[in-house]
């Protein structure tokens, strides 16, 4: 039986594929680990008797926001976090200012895992997770990296439109 079923997995996961690489099955123990990740998260606020806040204001939804999307780029993105992605990828050059392509390399989890720390719409729903449960296991420091993730989050903005404004400003000289 468990044969029979492994093997129509397979070959669901082959038909699926369309001649690309998508390793279905890493894909599972990655949103695996995600939901033992927050069912631990859980568990840890019972055992801490914690509650769930009743509402989430509009300025920690900003900072929420704000924080995840800074700290996604950071992670998905930034050379010097480039150390926790080299496992899962490759050095391909710059992308932006500040950031790095990294193209995903290995197979299955390898490659998985690489799709995962690459993307930062993929991370931002785990730095979310984690923000929302700082939000009940510690909201101060939770707040505060909210706070310190969205300064720079907005300076990075300032110093684009920055470099925007000079270049158009030597465009006219």
Partial sequence: ??????????????????GAERPLGSYLRVLGAYGGAVAG?????????????????LMDLVLMGLATHRISRTLTKDPVMSPLRAPFTRYEGVSGPAELHEEVRGHGLKHAVGE???????V???????????MVLAPGVTRLT?????AVAVSDWLQLAYARLMKAAEGES
């Fill in 146 to 150: 909210g706070v310190t993730m969205t």
């Fill in 1 to 18: 039986m468990t044969n029979n079923l492994t093997d129509a997995l397979r070959r669901e996961e082959r038909a699926y594929e369309n």
């Fill in 116 to 122: 995962l720390v690459t993307c930062p719409f993929c």
């Fill in 41 to 57: 998260l859980v568990v840890l606020g019972r055992l801490t008797g914690k509650r769930i806040p009743q509402k989430i204001s």
């Fill in 124 to 134: 931002a729903q785990w730095v979310a997770t984690a923000y929302t449960a700082g």
